[in-house]
């Protein structure tokens, strides 16, 4: 019987569970750091998992749940040591999206919907981990995703307004929303607004003066205290009512058939959602604190605790930024803090629930506000439309389809604007003329450079692209364009450096251009082209047509052998006047 070494087996575990393998090597000295970084993230991760509860439509006591095992799980897989996954604003936005219209007013086929699509989402991400899928974490590029996060703030504050200042909103688009909040105003219930106004202002309070004390569980218990002490729930303030103790029964509602592929396409969309946030979050602060992670490892991790999260009758979940950066604020070491912070939320779901029914819903209402505005990213607005006009402009159009589309259709719009965007830049892909600049080696773009001068008789020009089906006619036009810019030039040499990949179009429009360039007494040339390009080029027939005369090692040698014989045609000619 073979047996497995000391050493492998330490891979493998640091492989499958890197957070398990961190365990075993724990140090003692580490615990002073998680500890109180742990009893920090579940001060905050408690009010704020009710309340996003609550944004989801579910009871409180589910916030709780899906705030639990979500933790152990990724404490166990997850390769950041300071990302904490739990409910977060914007999933719990896309949850009410996907499953309210299939649910249509059903509480119990609503739970088990978000169980399922909870679980699916899980079962999505885990597969594509496991086909290492995690380059899709840079698919939805920073500013479809700011859009996307700030239409989700917008949603959020305009969502739950209505509970703020004491009556309900039944409008769901952003106008219609507006409207009915104006024409409620008269209605205002002021004991529920002093409530949520006094919420709003400790918190903000607190995290501007003590950045370090849990700000949503101090408001929350301030805002509890007050309904408790002065019985403002017989004034008609809200508040939760009785919250069942006990931890959560693990299990799965089977969902009708003909919800099944609804839920599936919510799911992809929520994965790619989750896991992108949540990447952005476990990188920043793996940055931060100088180390790397595995991001198919993450998609694994994040699977399992949205699995977890559905099985223990929650919703799906995410990389959470507040409750991360409360972590790495404290100090948190490792993936303990997760740990700790999953065992006070569980002695609260066993032991403290009796004070959560004092808890008003303008004080949830308030803490939602609170993070739909910490959510909006206006600095990253700014930063867009300084650097690039057309990146602000995808960005505003994201944010808007989720404004005026809702949640699930504007992930949808964010993901056709990535493809968009990607397809423009490519088929369109910048390129440049070269030139010498006197005391600096090689050739350089001749706009980028004063005193920049091109090569007599020939034309250097570089595409930074790979030549495909798509951009084939626009490198084409160019090169066309530029030929007759400079009649007097009898070479035109493409740098065949930036040209990774070339299919069978891009092949034969160089073909073509040959022939069109051969037209105007201009010959094209090719130089430094990848092995990869190269043999396309046999492959085709395309170099055969060419001529291997055509191809050149570097830009230096056509240069040079372009001024050697430019050379030696002025020599002959020179000499053939003179015996003349």
Known sequence: MSRVSPVLRSDLLAKVAPGLAMLGAYRREWLRYDLPAGLSVAAVAVPTAIAYAQLAGFPPVVGLYAAL????????????RQLIVNPDAATCAMVAAIVSPLAAGDAALYNALAVSLSVLTGLACILAGLFRLGFLADFLGKPILVGFMNGIAISIVLGQIGSVFGFSIESGRILPRLVEFASKLPATHWPSLAVGVTTFAVMRGVRRFFPRLPAPLIAVALAVAIVEAFALDRYGVAVLGAVPAGLPAIGWTPVPPPLLLPLLTGAA????????????????????NRYDIDVDEEFIALGASNVASGLSQGFAVTGADSRTAVNDLMGGKTQVTGLVAAAMIALVLVFLTGP?????????????ISAGIGLFDWRALKRFYRIQEGEF?????????????????????????????LLIRSSRPADAVLGRVQGMPGFHDVRLHEGALPVPGLVLYRFTASLIFYNASYFKRRILALAAADPHATWFVVDGAPVVHLDSTGADTLVALAEDLAARGMRLAIAGALPQARVMLERSGALDRLGTDAMFGSLREAVEIHESRDVGSRSALLTQESAT
Not at 402 to 419: E, K, N, P, R, T
């Open 393 to 421: 402009l995808v960005c505003v159009a994201a944010m808007l389809g989720v404004v005026v589309f809702g949640a699930l259709q504007g992930i949808a719009l964010s993901i056709a604007l990535a493809l968009l965007v």
């Open 269 to 288: 969309g929520l994965a790619l959602v989750s896991f992108t946030s949540g990447m952005v979050t476990a990188r920043s602060f793996a940055s931060r």
């Open 69 to 80: 095992l979500p933790l152990v799980v990724y404490a166990l897989l997850g390769t950041s």
């Open 356 to 368: 959560l029914q004092y808890l008003p819903g303008s004080a949830l209402g308030a803490v939602l």
